[in-house]
Structures are given as structure tokens and as C-alpha cells.
Nanobody, 129 residues
Framework: QVHFVESGGGLVQPGGSLRLSCEVI????????IAWFRQVPGKEREAVSC????????AYADSVKGRFVISGDNAKTTVYLQMNSLQPEDAAVYYC??????????????????????WGQGTQVVVSS
């Protein structure tokens, strides 16, 4: 079955760091963009970062720019999200997903969750002192 498996979430103090991993199960990432989304109860799922497996280009939401770094391994089997300087407002369940369409550029501001597929179960991030 095609899907992702997210891991790496946990409890961290404000200002701390976490590294999330998104393992690809059942397919290869060739020519697809992969995005990290996050969701808190009562709010819509929002994209925070994406990476294109075609050219490695990346994009970030303004709220995480300069603090989060997305990357992928050379085998294109895992996508990472390094999260630094975490703040309470970053607390959420983080998901990764694949763009339904190949070759589309990696974009965050206009990312529509309904245009992404192969969602994992998510990994929870709690930021609290």
C-alpha cells in the first residue's frame, strides 16, 4: 500500500529542536513534490514546507522560514523536516504527503491538502515548558 510513515515528534521546550522523518512506503518519489503539513484541532491542515524530488527545490511557509529545513535522502526514500527554535504555536500533528501530480513546482502558500495523497498517520509535536 502506498503511504508515508512519519516519526520524530515529541515534547520539546520552547527554543528546542526536533527532526521529523517521513519514510516512503510502496513507491518512489521521482518527479513528485512532497510536503509537510500540520494541523491543530479545530483548524485546517496547513502546509509548512515542501520539496521537489525533480530538482530539489524547497519552499516554506512564512511562519517557519528561517527555522525549519526540509531535505531528502539520495535514495529518495525519506524526507526530513529539521525544526529549530520551536515555539508553542508550532505544536501540532505533522503529516507528510505527496502531490497527486508529477512535475508540479513545489509551493506552500497555495498548497491544497486535497491535491495531496498518500497521507501517513502523523506525528505529534508538543512545545511546552
Amino acid at each position: 500500500q502506498v503511504h508515508f510513515v512519519e516519526s520524530g515528534g515529541g515534547l520539546v521546550q520552547p527554543g528546542g529542536s526536533l527532526r521529523l522523518s517521513c519514510e516512503v512506503i510502496g513507491f518512489t518519489l521521482d518527479y513528485y513534490s512532497i510536503a509537510w503539513f500540520r494541523q491543530v484541532p479545530g483548524k485546517e491542515r496547513e502546509a509548512v514546507s515542501c520539496i521537489s524530488s525533480s530538482d530539489g527545490s524547497t519552499a516554506y511557509a512564512d511562519s517557519v522560514k528561517g527555522r525549519f529545513v526540509i531535505s531528502g535522502d539520495n535514495a529518495k526514500t525519506t524526507v526530513y523536516l529539521q525544526m529549530n527554535s520551536l515555539q508553542p504555536e508550532d505544536a501540532a500533528v505533522y503529516y507528510c504527503a505527496r502531490d497527486r501530480f508529477q512535475y508540479r513546482p513545489c509551493e506552500v502558500a497555495s498548497a491544497d491538502p486535497t491535491e495531496f495523497t498518500s497521507w501517513g498517520q502523523g506525528t505529534q509535536v508538543v512545545v511546552s515548558s
